[in-house]
């Protein structure tokens, strides 16, 4: 208690001296000048009562001009229609002004009525002339002969076609797009249909011993063992070789190959394709297996066969050889 007393006196006696010191040594403040202004207070009576008058002013006398004496008189104007001048009289026209005609509408023109059409006049068609009837002729008996019995002639085979020049084939031409290769095909087939049938029926296999009306002999295919072939006519397989032909499509890798297929067919009485050609050829290259489905596509798609029935039990089974070179 008795050390913080003078403590606090001394320290605060210290900040007051040196404030007072410090006030001395502080640099002064240097007042800026600032352009006074002067302002004056106007009432604004004094502006909005300017025309207000006032009941205690003074009278002014404001002296009046003398009247100018002069030796000529005004004239004075006179109306126009009080004058005594006379005016001119209007004189009458000798061209008289005709009175204004009033102009009607124009009656309305009725249409011309239709003029009617005439009736046509039916033809009269002339009545039919009826011709006598002619009298038969008498009718002369022809003289009766001795009745003579005629034998009907058989036609075992057809004569052979006459040979025809051959046409020069079409040049193959390899593509990529295998669309266009049968087409191209199709039509080279269309355009050699027509050749020579003794060469289109070398398609099917019909051997120079086999009869072409007893049926007999030629060796017996793996598909028919009783060993009876097709007895059919020239005309016949040449047709037969012609419709199968229609059908069949190959490339011309494999018409170059120069691998032949044999097929047996087994068809029905109205000439239709009984199941499906079997294969009689081994199969040894892949070509050669095309070659044969493409055959048995022909013989099926081609079908029904246009045959004799009455010769079915010679035609139910066919021996048929296709060869790709016959079609180049």
């Known amino acids: 208690m008795r050390v913080g007393l003078p403590v606090s006196i001394f320290s605060h006696s210290a900040l007051i001296i040196a404030g007072l010191l410090g006030l001395n040594f502080a640099e002064p403040l240097d007042p800026g000048i600032i352009e006074s202004i002067s302002v004056e207070i106007v009432p604004i009576a004094d502006f909005s009562n300017i025309r207000v008058g006032s009941l205690e002013s003074e009278i002014i006398d404001t002296q009046t001009p003398s009247i100018v004496d002069t030796e000529i008189p005004p004239e004075l104007a006179q109306p126009a229609g009080n004058t005594e001048i006379d005016q001119v009289t209007p004189t009458d026209s000798e061209n008289v002004t005709p009175a204004p005609t009033e102009q009607s509408a124009p009656e309305p023109v009725p249409d011309p009525s239709p003029v009617p059409e005439p009736e046509p006049v039916p033809e009269v068609q002339p009545e039919p002339v009826?011709?006598?009837?002619?009298?038969?002729?008498?009718?002369?008996?022809?003289?009766?002969?001795?009745?003579?019995?005629?034998v009907p002639e058989i036609v075992t085979q057809a004569p052979d076609p006459v040979e025809a020049t051959p046409t020069p084939p079409a040049p193959v031409v390899r593509t990529a797009n295998l669309a266009q290769l049968r087409e191209e095909l199709v039509r080279r087939q269309e355009r050699d249909a027509a050749r020579e049938a003794d060469k289109i029926s070398e398609i099917i296999n019909a051997e120079e011993t086999r009869g072409a009306t007893t049926g007999e002999g030629g060796q017996a295919t793996l598909g028919s063992p009783t060993g009876r072939a097709a007895t059919l006519t020239r005309s016949e397989e040449d047709a037969l070789v012609a419709q199968m032909r229609q059908c069949w499509?190959?490339?011309?890798?494999?018409?170059?190959?120069?691998?032949?297929?044999?097929?047996?067919?087994?068809?029905?009485?109205?000439?239709?394709?009984?199941?499906?050609p079997r294969v009689l050829t081994n199969i040894a290259t892949p070509i050669q297996g095309s070659i044969a489905r493409a055959a048995q596509r022909a013989v099926l798609g081609c079908g029904p066969y246009r045959l004799a029935e009455e010769k079915y039990e010679n035609w139910k089974e066919i021996d048929v050889t296709f060869r790709p070179g016959d079609l180049s």
């Open 130 to 150: 009826v011709e006598p009837e002619p009298e038969p002729a008498p009718v002369e008996e022809p003289p009766v002969e001795d009745p003579v019995e005629t």
């Open 249 to 276: 499509r190959l490339l011309p890798g494999e018409i170059d190959s120069g691998q032949s297929v044999r097929l047996m067919v087994n068809l029905n009485r109205d000439g239709s394709v009984n199941g499906t």
